[in-house]
C-alpha cells in the first residue's frame, strides 16, 4: 500500500509541475512579441493571451509526451508539449515547448499563414504570484496556487460562479489542480488538492464535476464513509479500466485504499476496501 501511496504522490507532482502560467517572448521576431501561456497536467485547459491584446485564444492539445526514463539518473522528467492555437475552429498556430521542473526549453511557434517558426524563451520578468488559470469547456477557471483559496469560473454566457477552496495551513505547502474526468462521462473535471492537517503524508481532495447539459460545474458530494476506511476525498485517482475511483489515507502504520464507483444517479457509492501496513 506504502507503494501504491508514492506511485500516486509521484503522478501528482506531475500533474502540477507547472503551478504557474508561463510569460514568453519572441527572440528572433523583428519586432518583439510577448505571450502568457497557461496549461494544467498534460497541457491541458490551455490558452495563450498576447501582451496588449484583451482576448485570449485557446489551445488544442496536440501531443504530450513524459519522458520518465531520465529518473534512473537523477535527472528531472521531460514534458513534451505541443498545442494546436485555434481561431474561429481554425488551426492558426502551432506552440511547442520542453519542461523540466522550472527549465523550459525549446520553445517556439509556428505561424499558420506562412509556417514561419517563431524561437521563444521565458521573459525575464517573470512573476511568481500564483494566479494561475485554465480554460475549460469555454469557460475560464482562475485561482491562486499559494496565496488564498479563491476559485472564479466565468462561464462562456456572462455568468459567474465563485467559491472558497479548503486552503494548506502551512505556508510552504501549495494548492494543487488537477484535470482528469473523474466521473467517466467523457468530459474532463477539475480538482484541487491540499496536504492534510496532520502529518501532511495525503491530499485532501475538492472535485468539480462538469455537467454539460448544464454547461456548468457543480461540486461532488462527498459520499457516505460509514463503510469505508478513509473519512475525506483523500489522494484520489482514476482506474479508467474499471471505471472506478480510489480513495488513499494513512491511519497510525497502515495505508488504507478505498474504492468507490458512481451509481445510475451519478451517487459515489463505496465498493470495498484494503489495508497495507508499513514497510
Not at 501531443?63 to 521531460?78: E, F, I, M
Not at 459567474?160 to 474526468?181: G, R, Y
Request: charged share 25%.
Amino acid at each position: 500500500m506504502k507503494k501504491l501511496f508514492l506511485f500516486f504522490a509521484m503522478i501528482l507532482y506531475t500533474a502540477v509541475l507547472q503551478a504557474q502560467p508561463l510569460t514568453l517572448k519572441s527572440i528572433d521576431a523583428t519586432k518583439e512579441f510577448r505571450l502568457k501561456l497557461y496549461y494544467g497536467n498534460a497541457g491541458k485547459g490551455a490558452f495563450v493571451q498576447y501582451e496588449g491584446k484583451q482576448g485570449i485564444i485557446p489551445l488544442r492539445v496536440k501531443s504530450y509526451v513524459l519522458d520518465t526514463l531520465q529518473a534512473k539518473n537523477n535527472q528531472p522528467d521531460r514534458h513534451y508539449f505541443v498545442w494546436e492555437e485555434m481561431v474561429n475552429g481554425k488551426v492558426h498556430g502551432t506552440y511547442q515547448l520542453l519542461q523540466m521542473n522550472n527549465l523550459i526549453a525549446d520553445a517556439s511557434y509556428i505561424r499558420e499563414q506562412d509556417r514561419r517558426h517563431f524561437l521563444l524563451e521565458l521573459a525575464d520578468d517573470q512573476i511568481d504570484d500564483g494566479y494561475d488559470k485554465y480554460l475549460l469547456h469555454g469557460a475560464v477557471i482562475s485561482f491562486n496556487h499559494f496565496n488564498n483559496g479563491n476559485l472564479l469560473i466565468e462561464y462562456p454566457d456572462g455568468k459567474k460562479m465563485t467559491a472558497e477552496l479548503p486552503f494548506p495551513d502551512s505556508p510552504d505547502a501549495a494548492q494543487q489542480s488537477i484535470i482528469e474526468d473523474y466521473n467517466f462521462d467523457g468530459y474532463d473535471d477539475l480538482a484541487f488538492a491540499i496536504p492534510d492537517a496532520g502529518m501532511g503524508v495525503y491530499h485532501m481532495f475538492t472535485i468539480y464535476l462538469y455537467n454539460p447539459g448544464k454547461k456548468r460545474f457543480e461540486k461532488l458530494a462527498e459520499p457516505d464513509y460509514s463503510q469505508s476506511t478513509c473519512s475525506c476525498l483523500c489522494d484520489v485517482s482514476v482506474n479508467k479500466t474499471s471505471k472506478q475511483l480510489q480513495i488513499g489515507c494513512r491511519g497510525g502504520a497502515s495505508w488504507h485504499q478505498d474504492t468507490y464507483g458512481f451509481d445510475k444517479k451519478g451517487v459515489l457509492k463505496w465498493i470495498s476496501s484494503t489495508e497495507g501496513k508499513e514497510e
